[in-house]
């Protein structure tokens, strides 16, 4: 089906063409696939991370503090390419995974456990802070956080089975998992829904996505009333 053909999802829930909708959660708990099956039920276009073609990603799983910096400068400037690219459309995208996860999670993770220096990570920071400030930088109406048991994703990056992710110790996992659930309790930057990957399956019964949509679709109406009511 068209991405328009399917455009009445969006309609009946009263979600704006021009919203854009970010899909987060920590390293194979169903980003990507979340982030296709809602595009595709609201007629939205994807904005992806760039993976099989990544210069740096396999190098740093075998060495972090060699390529952490590499990595973390290479993502965000695909980011902000995204960014501009969802500005220039007006909007109408889901995207998979925000801006704020690197930085929030990944960047200091780097350098909290030494893997990053203190003036690499200044000079990330800085970075980060003054595209921000750009006009392309909206934040997005609504943060959909994908959650689930450890043990659950664990088995889902597994299934995956990308080399480079099987071969990391399952501390790095273990981090990254505990450093999400703190990240997500604390933020602000935009309307939050919690989801988890036991409340809808995307293959056997895309209904169930269909009432994500509908608590989306509140959360964005309020936020949006928010913001330009203050
Ligand atoms: N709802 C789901 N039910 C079962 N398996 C899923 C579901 N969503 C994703 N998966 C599987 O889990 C793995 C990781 O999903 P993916 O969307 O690539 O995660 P992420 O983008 O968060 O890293 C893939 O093998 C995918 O097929
Ligand atoms: N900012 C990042 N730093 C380190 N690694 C990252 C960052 N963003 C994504 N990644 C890795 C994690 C996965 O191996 C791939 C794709 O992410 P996924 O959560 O599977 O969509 O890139």
Same mark, same amino acid.
């Given at each position: 089906?068209?991405r328009?053909q399917n455009?009445?999802l969006?309609?009946?829930?009263?979600?704006p063409?021009?919203?854009?909708?970010?899909?987060?959660?920590?390293?194979?708990?169903?980003?990507?696939t979340f982030?296709h099956?809602?595009?595709d039920q609201?007629g939205?276009r994807?904005?992806?991370?760039?993976?099989?073609?990544?210069p740096?990603?396999?190098?740093?799983?075998?060495?972090?503090?060699?390529?952490?910096f590499?990595?973390?400068?290479f993502?965000?400037a695909e980011r902000?390419?995204e960014q501009?690219?969802?500005? =220039?459309?007006?909007?109408g995208f889901?995207q =998979?995974?925000?801006?704020?996860e =690197?930085?929030g999670?990944f960047?200091?993770?780097?350098y909290e456990?030494g893997n990053?220096t203190?003036? &690499?990570?200044?000079t990330?920071?800085?970075?980060?802070?003054a595209?921000?400030?750009t006009p392309?930088?909206?934040?997005?109406d609504?943060?959909?956080y994908?959650?689930?048991?450890f043990?659950?994703i664990? &088995?889902?990056v597994k299934?995956?089975?990308?080399?480079?992710?099987q071969?990391?110790?399952?501390d790095?996992?273990?981090d990254l998992?505990?450093?999400y659930?703190s990240?997500?309790?604390?933020f602000?930057s935009?309307p939050?829904?919690?989801?988890?990957?036991?409340?809808?399956?995307?293959?056997d019964?895309p209904s169930s996505?269909e009432s994500?949509?509908?608590?989306?679709a509140?959360?964005?109406?309020i936020?949006?009333a928010?913001?330009?009511?203050?």
């Amino acid at each position: 089906m068209s991405r328009f053909q399917n455009s009445t999802l969006r309609e009946k829930y009263g979600i704006p063409s021009n919203a854009v909708i970010t899909i987060g959660g920590t390293v194979g708990v169903g980003k990507s696939t979340f982030t296709h099956a809602l595009a595709d039920q609201l007629g939205f276009r994807v904005s992806v991370e760039k993976v099989d073609n990544n210069p740096y990603l396999g190098r740093y799983y075998n060495d972090l503090s060699r390529w952490g910096f590499h990595l973390q400068i290479f993502f965000l400037a695909e980011r902000f390419k995204e960014q501009k690219r969802m500005f =220039d459309y007006g909007g109408g995208f889901v995207q =998979d995974r925000s801006i704020y996860e =690197d930085t929030g999670i990944f960047a200091r993770m780097l350098y909290e456990q030494g893997n990053m220096t203190e003036e &690499d990570y200044r000079t990330y920071t800085e970075l980060f802070e003054a595209m921000v400030m750009t006009p392309y930088f909206p934040h997005p109406d609504i943060l959909i956080y994908l959650e689930g048991s450890f043990d659950d994703i664990i &088995d889902r990056v597994k299934e995956r089975g990308r080399p480079m992710e099987q071969q990391t110790p399952v501390d790095y996992w273990q981090d990254l998992f505990g450093r999400y659930d703190s990240w997500i309790a604390s933020f602000t930057s935009c309307p939050i829904l919690r989801v988890n990957i036991n409340e809808y399956d995307v293959v056997d019964d895309p209904s169930s996505v269909e009432s994500i949509i509908a608590r989306a679709a509140e959360k964005i109406r309020i936020g949006r009333a928010t913001r330009f009511s203050s």
